[in-house]
C-alpha cells in the first residue's frame, strides 16, 4: 500500500520547487555596453555585432583600457567584427602603458574625438 503523505509531499515539492527557486535567483544585469558590469556589458557587445549597431563602437573603444581583461578582450572580438578591422597589434592582456601604446588604440581614440 502507497503512503498517501509521501506522494503529497512529493507532489508539493515538484510543484513549487521551481518557483520557491526563482524566487532566490538575482535579477538579470541590464544589457547595455555602458553597463560597468561586465555580466551586462558583454552581451550587449554580442547583441550590437549581431544587429551591426556602429554606435556601440564608441564605448567598445573605451572599453579597450578597462582594468577587467575579460571586457578588453570582448572588446576588441567585437569591434573588429564590427568593423571588419584587424587588432593591429592590440592585445588584450598588454598592461596599461602597452595598451595605450598600440595603433588600433591611438587611432581609435583619435577617431572617436574627430567624430564627436
Known amino acids: 500500500m502507497k503512503d498517501?503523505?509521501?506522494?503529497?509531499?512529493t507532489l508539493v515539492a515538484v510543484v513549487l520547487?521551481?518557483?520557491a527557486g526563482g524566487a532566490c535567483s538575482t535579477p538579470r544585469?541590464?544589457?547595455d555596453v555602458r553597463n560597468p558590469d561586465p555580466a551586462g556589458k558583454i552581451p550587449a557587445?554580442?547583441?550590437a555585432v549581431?544587429?551591426?549597431d556602429r554606435s556601440a563602437a564608441r564605448q567598445m573603444v573605451k572599453d579597450l583600457d578597462s582594468d577587467d581583461p575579460a571586457v578588453r578582450?570582448?572588446?576588441i572580438i567585437a569591434l573588429r567584427r564590427?568593423?571588419?578591422g584587424d587588432q593591429l597589434g592590440y592585445q588584450y592582456f598588454d598592461d596599461h602603458h602597452q595598451r595605450r601604446n598600440r595603433p588600433l588604440s591611438k587611432r581609435a581614440r583619435?577617431?572617436?574625438r574627430e567624430s564627436g
Open 50 to 52: 549581431r544587429e551591426k
Open 73 to 75: 578582450l570582448f572588446a
Open 29 to 31: 544585469p541590464v544589457k
Open 45 to 47: 557587445y554580442k547583441e
Open 17 to 19: 520547487g521551481p518557483v
Open 4 to 9: 498517501p503523505v509521501r506522494g503529497y509531499v
Open 110 to 112: 583619435e577617431e572617436c
Open 82 to 84: 564590427l568593423t571588419g
